[in-house]
């Protein structure tokens, strides 16, 4: 079973306006990473946020993280109709050795 | 800096059949895991190799099988293949076991089982 559930499942927006997607998960964690998949391709890695970190930012994107919640959000700002793709959340447990559990994914599709 | 790559990019098996797939990790990675993605799901993790040992397996029957090689390449085997083995399979190369890296997926290999 997956650890994660990303919300909303699918996601439509213009041009410009920005994407947020957001990841629950059930327990502790070492760290929380977003990861971007193109037609069901290969997965690229978007950013890696640590337990004790809440907020981090990587050129248009922005993580947060909330452990007491278990859950994160993962904001796109000013979109463009190149960030159409399916992004995922996956987390690695506190303890545990260097595999991903992942959520099933939300599809975002960006219209010009 | 090669990435990850695997091999091949479209496969189409009989059930019952076995088949291998394959993987060569980014330069200086030696961890490699692999994933299956079902259409429409997010990735499932098979296993993970570290120096040649597997280190963890997820829920995958004993059928699903794996070898990493000296150079850190990895292969991995599905024996007597059923039609819900149809699916992406996604070979990930890490720098280290520990759980604070980032890993670099390949482009998967997409497996069609009749």
């Known amino acids: 079973s997956q650890q994660g559930e990303e919300d909303p499942q699918a996601l439509s927006i213009q041009e410009g306006e920005n994407a947020t997607m957001n990841c629950s998960y059930k327990?502790?964690?070492?760290?929380l990473q977003w990861y971007r998949q193109n037609s069901g391709r290969g997965l690229v890695h978007l950013i890696l946020?640590?337990?004790?970190?809440r907020e981090k930012h990587s050129g248009r994107l922005r993580v947060t993280l909330d452990t007491s919640k278990k859950s994160s959000s993962l904001l796109i700002t000013a979109s463009r109709a190149a960030d159409t793709a399916s992004y995922f959340c996956?987390?690695?447990?506190?303890?545990?050795?260097?595999?991903?559990?992942f959520g099933a994914g939300t599809r975002l599709a960006v219209h010009p | 800096e090669t990435g990850v790559t695997q091999s091949p990019t479209h496969l189409i098996k009989t059930r019952g059949q076995q088949v291998t797939l394959r993987c060569s990790s980014q330069?200086?990675?030696?961890?490699v895991s692999w994933y299956q993605q079902a259409l429409g799901q997010g990735p499932q993790f098979i296993f993970q190799?570290?120096?040649?040992?597997?280190?963890g397996r997820g829920n995958f029957p004993p059928r699903f099988s794996g070898l990493q090689f000296p150079n850190y390449s990895s292969e991995l085997n599905v024996n007597a293949l059923e039609l819900d083995d149809s699916a992406l399979y996604l070979c990930?190369?890490?720098?280290?076991?520990?759980?604070?890296?980032?890993?670099?997926f390949g482009p998967g290999t997409r497996l069609t089982v009749t």
């Open positions: 990930a190369s890490s720098p280290s076991i520990a759980g604070g890296r980032e890993q670099y």
């Open positions: 327990t502790s964690i070492n760290n």
């Open positions: 946020i640590r337990s004790n970190e």
């Open positions: 996956a987390t690695v447990f506190s303890g545990g050795y260097n595999k991903l559990i």
């Open positions: 330069s200086g990675h030696n961890t």
């Open positions: 190799y570290y120096r040649e040992e597997e280190n």
